[in-house]
């Protein structure tokens, strides 16, 4: 019979010092006894904010500040490291290879301190450190507990296009190459440990997937070597009804639609990055989100259909740092076009837009961006609606900063009466006033903007409305091939 194939990924917290690495090397060595498993690691938790600081203090002159990044970077990858690989020619090989890592990082902070340029290539090449940092700590600890492995970057496996900061894979070759490289290993009973977040494009030219990206890196490996399953370990039981640090009561939901989960993680539920499901989405390979403080809880379970809770909405998220835009006035009822000439221009600068509003009078369209979208986005709308500014035809292009989008979702809201009626009127109760709607044709979302001030108790009302802290945290139907 085969064997089942596993892919699991270690976010940050996960990987984040000595004992987590240890429990980490745990997990794996046990999942291994069971069948083949690929591991992907992020960098430890702070290091990749760290390393983008230092870039663009770099790029500022400020080498005092880049080397004070550095130092405080080998100290903390110096005490995991001693902490946990005892014997010392490995140790003193570990220490080599990661100096090497280092001084690649420090030569291309002083290269770009002397241009006084980064460009989105150098950046991804120092944010793509820490990755490459970990795995080798993580295959070591591996080594220790007996359990034969090594360390890959995944420049040798996932093959992107050229998006520096936001690579897409191009599948065909991540395929081909991923069972070149790993395939002999796992035949002979190595485990690799792949570096998360990074790729390459075809010539060679490392790429970054995104801030978070560790998680597509894991979905793109499973896919590419028709794994069973994917198991991404972080620091939370699985998907919860909301995000547990404003809504102390949520709680885990066994099992989620891809559907739904891509809903959550784009509408802000960090718990998994937006693209995560998309690479599996063909194959319907079963994502797994569990907690590695916890192994011994089942997680949630994200499959093609996911399974009803029995109510309509299955979560609440919420996005925050972004910018409510405003074109119109009453002056631009007749202006020809306006939603046409507002969508064509923020197409140009590459926004994305998150949500769309229109009250049907045209008084105004309002949008929201990320919050690093706005700027040029507004900028872009004032050159294209200048002539019409000026005759008064359009009277405002606005923005508001302090605003947050909450997003209710469920697959099963589709056709359900009665529970955007609910939604608001438990917003009313809080006092909560609602500054923008959007509900999508589908149906499985229903988002709106408030006050970024309210977003907290927004989310607190909408929880209890609809009873999701009652909802059962775990099903013993419901288990992993691991358990
Ligand atoms: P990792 O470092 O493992 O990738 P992240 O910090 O990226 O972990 O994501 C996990 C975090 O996502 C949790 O600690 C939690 O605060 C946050 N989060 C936001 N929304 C949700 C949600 N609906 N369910 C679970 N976690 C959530
Ligand atoms: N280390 C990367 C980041 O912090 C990728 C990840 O953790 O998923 O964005
Ligand atoms: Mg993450």
């Known amino acids: ?11 940050g917290t996960s990987v984040g010092d000595a004992a987590c690495i ?38 500022a002159g400020d080498s005092d500040r880049v080397e004070a990044a550095f130092a405080v970077l080998r100290k903390q990858h110096e005490t995991a490291l001693s902490a946990l690989i005892h014997n010392q020619n490995e140790r003193n090989r570990l220490a080599e290879r990661l100096d090497k890592i280092f001084a690649e990082g420090e030569r291309l902070c ?11 290539r150098t950046l991804d090449s120092i944010s793509s450190l820490g990755e490459r940092l970990s795995a080798p700590i993580v295959a070591s600890a591996l080594a220790e507990l ?45 485990l690799p440990v792949a570096t998360g977040f990074i790729g390459a494009t075809a010539e060679g030219v490392l790429t970054t997937l995104g801030r978070g990206g560790s998680d597509y890196s894991a979905t793109i490996l499973g896919a590419a070597l028709d794994a069973d399953e994917v198991i991404i370990w972080t620091d939370v039981d699985g998907v919860l009804t909301a995000d547990p640090r404003l809504v102390p009561e949520a709680r885990t939901i066994p099992e989620i639609s891809y559907r739904e989960a891509t809903e959550l993680a784009y509408f802000g539920a960090k718990v998994l990055h937006p693209k995560t499901l998309r690479a599996v989405q063909q194959a319907g390979i079963p994502v797994w989100i569990r ?9 949630t379970k994200i499959t093609p259909k996911g399974r009803s809770n029995g109510g309509g909405v299955k979560a609440l998220t919420a996005i925050r740092d972004v910018v409510l835009i405003t074109v119109g006035g009453p002056g631009i009822v007749g202006v020809p076009d306006v939603v046409g000439r507002t969508f064509s221009t923020t197409a140009e600068v590459h926004a994305n837009v998150l949500l769309i509003s229109q009250s049907s009078s045209q008084n105004d369209i309002c949008f929201i961006v990320p919050a690093s979208d706005a ?23 606005t923005t508001d900063p302090n605003i947050a989008i909450v997003a209710v979702v469920g697959e099963n809201m589709r056709g359900a009466l009665g529970l955007a009626g609910r939604t608001f009127s438990s917003l009313g109760r809080e006092n909560v006033n609602v500054i923008a ?8 979302n229903i988002s709106f903007v408030v006050a970024e001030k309210d977003m907290k108790s927004a ?14 945290s775990h099903d013993a139907k419901v288990t992993s091939v691991l358990q």
Not at 1 to 11: D, I
Not at 180 to 187: K, N, V
Not at 382 to 391: L, N
Not at 459 to 472: I, S, T, Y
Request: net charge neutral; proline share 3%; glycine share 8%.
């Open 291 to 299: 907690n590695s403080f916890a192994p011994e809880r089942c997680g």
């Open 146 to 190: 007996g359990a034969p492995s090594e360390a890959i970057d995944a420049t040798e496996l996932i093959v992107t296009d050229s998006s520096h900061g936001g690579a897409d894979p191009l599948m065909d070759l991540t395929r081909e190459r991923s069972h070149a490289r790993l395939g002999p290993l796992l035949e002979r009973g190595t």
């Open 375 to 397: 700027k040029r986005t507004v900028e872009a709308l004032r050159k294209e609606f200048a002539q019409d500014v000026a005759h008064e035809k359009v009277e405002h292009i």
């Open 1 to 11: 019979m085969k064997k089942t194939l596993r892919v699991m990924k270690f976010g």
């Open 110 to 120: 002083r290269g770009t301190a002397m241009l006084q340029e980064l460009t989105s």
């Open 22 to 59: 240890g429990r980490v090397a745990q997990i794996v060595r046990d999942a291994s006894r069971e069948g083949p498993v690929v591991t992907v690691v992020s960098a430890m938790s702070g290091v990749t904010n760290r390393l983008i600081d230092a870039a663009v203090r770099a790029e």
């Open 437 to 444: 709607i959007a509900q999508g044709s589908s149906e499985s």
């Open 459 to 472: 989310l607190g009302a909408v929880h209890k409305e609809f009873g999701l802290a009652a909802v059962v």
